[in-house]
């Protein structure tokens, strides 16, 4: 059984940062890759940024480009999210995400993220 825990999340100002992690209970090397996916209020869940495990390709969504990094530490199995210059658009509960192929995609139970003054 595959477990993504995410944390970091929680209320900052706009402009302000966090700093999202997901740890993993099986190595991301088996993985065809990690990503982070968030879903507003009303709204449907949308791919934020995605690593390919062979080759380490980034992807991002054009809303965050420049503002947000998607790193990882496979020693630890964890995934990572830096989010910069953060704007109230930017609510929403946060979810990663494990995709292996034919073996399945995998979640976690989300963070909540909330820009506000």
């Known amino acids: 059984q595959v477990q993504l825990v995410e944390s970091g999340g929680g209320l900052v100002q706009p402009g302000g940062s966090l700093r999202l992690s997901c740890a993993a209970s099986?190595?991301?090397?088996?993985?065809?890759?990690m990503g982070w996916y968030r879903q507003a209020p009303g709204k449907e869940r949308e791919l934020v940024a995605s690593?390919?495990?062979?080759?380490?390709?980034?992807k991002y969504a054009d809303s965050v480009k420049g503002r947000f990094t998607i790193s990882r530490d496979s020693a630890k199995n964890t995934v990572y999210l830096q989010m910069n210059g953060l704007k109230p658009e930017d609510t929403a509960v946060y979810y990663c995400?494990?995709?292996?192929?034919?073996?399945?995609?995998?979640w976690g139970q989300g963070t909540q993220v909330t820009v506000s003054s």
């Open positions: 099986i190595s991301i090397a088996s993985t065809n890759s």
């Open positions: 995400n494990a995709n292996k192929g034919w073996f399945g995609t995998y």
């Open positions: 690593v390919i495990t062979d080759g380490g390709s980034i």
